[in-house]
């Protein structure tokens, strides 16, 4: 007995030997102990919180997941800030002094991370909003167009239709013009121009562009979303007309391919029917008169 007593009174004077001081508060092997003690209960708090709030999110039919995934992570993130404040306060360190450091530091990584700060922030925004969502749609005042396959924080990648993934920065939706196809509904109207020779019948063009619609879409439309044909201007050499179609989901993320799909099918229902797709042309109207040409001779020779 006297031997454990001999032992536990130098363990216990070697938990408390002091090795440095912060202000007034001496650091130790036991104070030590305890800080990780206390990380280790922030970091388990912190992901079963984060867990539990995701797991809440994917059984609730009302709550999106971006937005439920967008409140676990700000969660996760005030319980580690709170963590390192309790971490710091049980060192013995002043907050006060602490915050005016920490502000002058966070002015300075501002200036150099605002680039990065404004994204993080822009991608909470979007996932608490919801303004745009995976599989939406979208055109942007950059010029890029694409399904939405991925939302992060400081980030959301674009896949065009030509399978090309594009990452473009959160602040990018939140400062721009941005064009969100399916943001209401998951259809969108196209208008697919097309031309025909003067003279020819009009009823008979719409005849074979409704037919050219429906043999694309492959079955019939609602009443209020079928098919139109509108003749939309006289041009030059033609009479100019345009399709106007609702598509779906899977069309609107190829739209260029959606269009040419029409447009072949238009070709072939007017050359059924021996409907003329004009060249381009001019007519030319002679007054009566005389009219006088002249003609340079380039290739005559002149004297030396």
Known sequence: MDFLQLIYSQLERMAVYPWFSIAETQINLLRLFGLIVIVFIVWRVSVVFEKTLRHIGLE?????????????????????????????????FNMASFAV???????????????????????????????????????????????????????TRVTTSDSIDIIVPNSEFITGRVINWTLGERTRRLHIPFGVAYGVDKMLVKEAAIAAAISVAGADQPPEREPDVWLVRFGDSSLDF????????????SPKRTEAQYLWAIEDELKKRHIEIPFPQRDLHIRSGTLAVTVNQANETKPA
């Open 60 to 92: 609730q039919n009302q709550v999106t997941t971006p937005g439920w995934y967008a409140l676990s992570r700000i969660s996760h993130y005030v319980i580690w800030i709170l963590g390192v404040v309790i971490g710091l306060s049980y060192l013995g």
């Open 101 to 155: 450091i920490g502000g002058a530091i966070g002015v300075g990584v501002g200036f150099g991370l605002q680039n990065i700060i404004s994204n993080f922030v822009s991608g909470i925004i979007i996932l608490i909003e919801k303004i745009i969502k995976i599989d939406d749609m979208v055109d942007l005042q950059s010029g890029v167009m694409g399904r939405v396959t991925e939302i992060n924080l400081r980030y």
């Open 242 to 253: 345009e399709l106007v179609v609702w598509v779906g989901p899977e069309q609107i993320a």
